[in-house]
């Protein structure tokens, strides 16, 4: 069976009515929620994929898609949170598919062209992160719509790495970790460990990380990749039955492209061809079949997050409606707007005292919603002020003393 034929079975074979229901709903929730920044304090169910650098995210990722649009190279490519949302549409009835791509901060602007997305990718990275490899953890949303994919939303974090280059401050991986964490430590968010297959999987970094964030294993999912690429003689069907570090949404086995295929531009249909074959010629991956190849990897994930929006639904539901219940009081204390300039004035007036009633709170450290971590308002400025500003003021007295002395 041709791979592509392998993919529309997969698609045509799930959840889709379901599927194509919810996800889209909280990918709408996902994208008003990213404008308003840090004022959203609801989280919604996604899908975080991590894993180390070069341990095969990003051609899990294309192999997803069936499209190469994802920056490459050997060094850090991904820089800050991806967001892609895929999106499954119908043919057009002459049988022809039409695939684009959106991103939210180009609305209204479809790239049909998927390199065209790999270079927007680039760019809007290295204006909010630079040219010279520097993380940031700014997202980057884009929607890619097609009939070859499944209805999916995937988080691709940076992959955790260990020295710095370029820009990357010393704590890098201390840095990556904590963004990481900070996505997959929500009990809505679902965890798409990647672990190549040629490295020991007690010493996994997804799986280690994902293990604190998820100590019970029931958000995680596991991916192996480069299962081709094994010593010869070894084989991970034990790491896919889950006999050697156990998750309870088990494991998928994946075939990745190598370097050379990518370089020879060899199209991921074909590797979705070879990928099957490899299955089927290793009997000791038969009876696996619902663990091994990207159709059988993006079914599961499919099925997997329509379940857990079922599951968290409810509450999800009854956080925004409280969230709306207190938005309206919110709205009402500030009066009643009018058409009249009277009217209008007053209502101006009372919002700029609440805000300097707000501000004065702050100050003082008197408003309940003041992190209790760490300094905030007035100590914050305090401590500014006595410590900070101080130290500075002393290292430009030192560096004048030094010049003035140099001239003399």
């Known amino acids: 069976m041709a791979g592509e034929e392998a993919v529309s079975q997969s698609v045509s074979s799930s959840a889709a009515p379901l599927g194509s229901s919810v996800i889209p709903i909280v990918n709408k929730l996902q994208d008003i929620f990213a404008q308003l920044g840090s004022q959203s304090t609801i989280e919604l169910p996604q899908v975080a994929v991590v894993g180390s650098q ?65 270079r927007e990718i680039q760019a809007e990275t290295n204006r909010e992160a630079g040219e010279n490899k520097g993380v940031s953890d700014k997202q980057i949303r884009l929607k890619i719509y097609s009939p070859n994919v499944l209805d999916i939303t995937l988080v691709d974090l940076p ?77 991970a069907r034990n790491l896919l039955l889950g006999k050697v570090i156990p998750l309870r949404l088990g494991y998928v086995g994946v075939v990745n492209r190598s370097q050379e295929d990518i370089m020879l531009n060899r199209s991921i249909k074909d590797a979705l061809i070879a990928e099957e074959k490899f299955f089927r010629s290793r009997p000791v991956y038969n009876g696996l079949a619902d663990r091994c190849g990207v159709p059988q990897l993006a079914k599961k994930l499919n099925q997997i997050l329509v379940q857990h929006i079922k599951a968290i639904l409810p509450g999800l539901k009854s956080r925004i409606s409280n969230a709306l219940v207190s938005v309206a009081k919110e709205h009402a204390s500030y009066g009643e707007i009018t058409e009249s300039k009277a009217g209008q004035g007053a209502l101006l007036l009372n919002i700029l005292s609440k805000y300097s009633e707000a501000f004065s709170s702050r100050v003082e450290g008197k408003n309940d919603e003041m992190a209790t971590s760490e300094l905030s308002g007035g100590a914050r400025i305090h401590y500014i002020f006595q410590l900070i500003f101080v130290k500075s003021l002393e290292v430009c007295f030192i560096d004048s003393d030094k010049i003035s002395l140099y001239f003399v």
Request: proline content about 6%; aromatic content about 6%; glycine content about 8%.
């Open 54 to 118: 070069s341990s095969g995210k990003s051609s899990v990722l294309e192999a997803l898609v069936g499209r190469d649009f994802l920056p490459r190279g050997s060094d850090i490519c991904t820089r800050r949170p991806l967001v892609l949302q895929l999106l499954q549409t119908k043919r057009k009835p002459d049988g022809s598919d039409e695939e684009y791509g959106e991103f939210l901060h180009l609305p209204g602007k479809r790239f049909y062209d998927f390199s065209e997305i790999r």
């Open 159 to 235: 992959g955790i790495t260990k020295v710095p280059v370029g820009d990357q401050p010393s704590d890098i991986e201390a840095r990556i970790r904590t963004m990481i964490m900070s996505y997959i430590k929500q009990p809505s968010c679902l965890i798409l460990a990647v672990t190549p297959a040629n490295s020991d999987l007690a010493n996994s970094d997804a799986l280690q990380i994902a293990g604190n964030a998820d100590p019970d294993g029931y958000r995680t999912i596991g991916i192996i990749t480069k299962l081709d690429i094994m010593d010869r003689g070894t084989d």
